[in-house]
């Protein structure tokens, strides 16, 4: 019996267009990606783009190089009729020199680029206008803390634009990684260990930040914001922030007050002017000014609220903050509490 194989079928011009089309526009990137770190809008992720940049223009050449020279090879040397056994040798000085000595003066040319950005993206900056900023990461939320301002926050970064502002990262648990995609580079929040660099805005919006590092179950939910304003703007929430919230007169939310400084909330949480003093979950003085909630994982509304408060692990796995399972009148009541919390 004889075994016929089939050559394989070759896919027509249009069909692999087809195919290279479709997985350049599955692994594309939208052109207003708020993570899109190619789309810098700081110094420091500048900085980086262009050593990106610079690194990949002369990849690109070295491939083309090299896929030529093969390219050439191939159908230069190729097999003809009639050809008999090729010249056999065992290396070339010259070529294993010139093969050698290209690549190392490549590494040492990136080198160069590479180091400095490095120094200057992880440099203290000095001056009367940097403002200080200590970031401390936990299991899942970023506490931002304003050592020279007297403000703590948490989950929202308000920074002035055009002011840099010098960030010393560490981690109170596991290791997290700091990262804002379109402001700058990433920096590891390690235990007992502070890492420094420093961002700039270059205009007022809401940029996107990520832990990157994997730190648990909850890793992908452990986001922040970072909001950009103007230095008046940024200035009275500073002030804002300094200042104690009032006792509320609402009936609902002085009802939720009560429940929150009578319950196992007060062991976790500072809000200032209350009994509340704990330093283990995120500072509530002003929560209700926040823009998102649970690690930028919900809006800041009622509804998310009451979502957040009737059970954290079911919204985020693995949530420190447990489910005390509270009735409905206890979560409106407290929602309309953390609300008044301007």
């Known amino acids: 019996m004889v075994l016929r194989v089939r050559s394989p079928k070759i896919l027509s011009p249009a069909i692999i267009i087809a195919l290279a089309t479709t997985a350049v526009s599955l692994t594309g990137c939208a052109a207003t990606d708020p993570m899109n770190a190619l789309q810098p809008l700081g110094e420091v992720a500048r900085m980086e783009v262009n050593l990106f940049n610079l690194i990949f223009a002369i990849a690109v050449v070295v491939f083309v190089f090299v896929e030529g020279l093969l390219i050439y090879a191939v159908v230069r040397y190729r097999q003809r009729p009639n050809d008999g056994m090729p010249h056999q040798t065992h290396g070339h000085t010259t070529l294993e020199i010139i093969w050698t000595v290209i690549p190392a003066a490549i590494l040492i040319a990136l080198a160069v680029p590479t180091v400095t950005t490095i120094a200057s993206a992880t440099a203290i900056p000095t001056g009367p206008d940097v403002i200080n900023v200590k970031v401390v990461g936990h299991q899942w939320w970023w506490e931002f803390d304003y050592p020279g301002l007297g403000v703590v926050t948490s989950d929202e970064l308000h920074i002035p634009t055009g002011a840099r502002v010098e960030l010393d990262v560490e981690s109170a648990d596991v290791i997290h990684s700091f990262w ?25 919006g809401t940029y996107h930040g990520q832990c990157y ?4 179950s909850s890793h992908a939910n452990m986001r922040f914001i ?9 200035d009275k929430w500073v002030q ?6 009032a006792k509320p007169t609402d009936p609902e939310a002085l009802k939720g007050y009560q ?11 500072t809000i200032e002017g209350t009994p509340a003093q704990a330093k283990i979950g995120p500072n509530l003085t002003h929560i209700g000014s926040h823009l998102t909630l649970a690690g930028a994982t919900l809006q800041n509304n ?12 079911g919204v985020k796995p693995g949530s420190i903050m447990p489910n005390l399972h509270l009735t409905n009148d206890q979560i409106q009541a407290l929602s309309a509490y953390l609300e008044s919390l301007k």
Do not use: M, R, Y
């Not at 970072?226 to 940024?234: G, L, P, R, T």
């Not at 804002?240 to 919230?245: E, T």
């Not at 998310?304 to 059970?311: P, V």
């Open 226 to 234: 970072v909001v950009a304003q103007s230095k008046a703007d940024f």
């Open 302 to 313: 009622p509804n998310d609220l009451a979502l957040w408060l009737h059970d954290p692990p």
């Open 213 to 216: 590092q994997l730190c648990g």
């Open 240 to 245: 804002d922030q300094k200042s104690v919230p």
């Open 259 to 269: 429940i929150f400084t009578t319950n196992a909330c007060v062991g976790c949480h």
């Open 180 to 204: 804002v995609p379109q402001l700058g580079g990433k920096v590891q929040a390690i235990p007992n260990q502070h890492n420094h660099s420093w961002i700039e805005a270059d205009q007022a």
